[in-house]
């Protein structure tokens, strides 16, 4: 069975940057897109971005322009990386391939101001 393990969360001031990191235990990225999603307190689990597997992206309205998103398939890993990060980033990033159905366990981000 494959699973996915996120890491590179952090504890970050405003206006940082940290990037996130996703392994597959498997060799599913040639066959998968690929999703981020984020968990805040109190919330519920909200789409960040998306690759496909032709490389094409897509992000949610809060996160453009300053996350990236990309995949090295023969590593079998995918990146988040996140710029000018704002307090209203700190959530639980998790990734996802919703082919799958597969979740990773999370990684916390955590941004003061």
């Known amino acids: 069975q494959v699973h996915l393990a996120e890491s590179g969360g952090d504890s970050v001031q405003a206006g940082g940057s940290l990037r996130l990191s996703c392994v597959a235990s498997?060799?599913?990225?040639?066959?998968?897109?690929m999703r981020w999603y984020r968990q805040a307190p109190g919330k519920q689990r909200e789409f960040v971005a998306q690759?496909?597997?032709?490389?094409?992206?897509e992000f949610a309205e809060p996160v453009k322009g300053r996350f990236a998103i990309s995949r090295d398939d023969a590593k079998n890993t995918m990146y988040l990386q996140m710029n000018s990060l704002k307090p209203e980033d700190t959530a639980v990033y998790y990734c996802?391939?919703?082919?799958?159905?597969?979740w990773g366990q999370g990684a916390q981000v955590t941004v003061s101001s």
């Open positions: 996802n391939v919703p082919g799958l159905g597969l």
């Open positions: 498997g060799d599913i990225f040639e066959v998968y897109g």
């Open positions: 690759i496909t597997l032709r490389g094409v992206e």
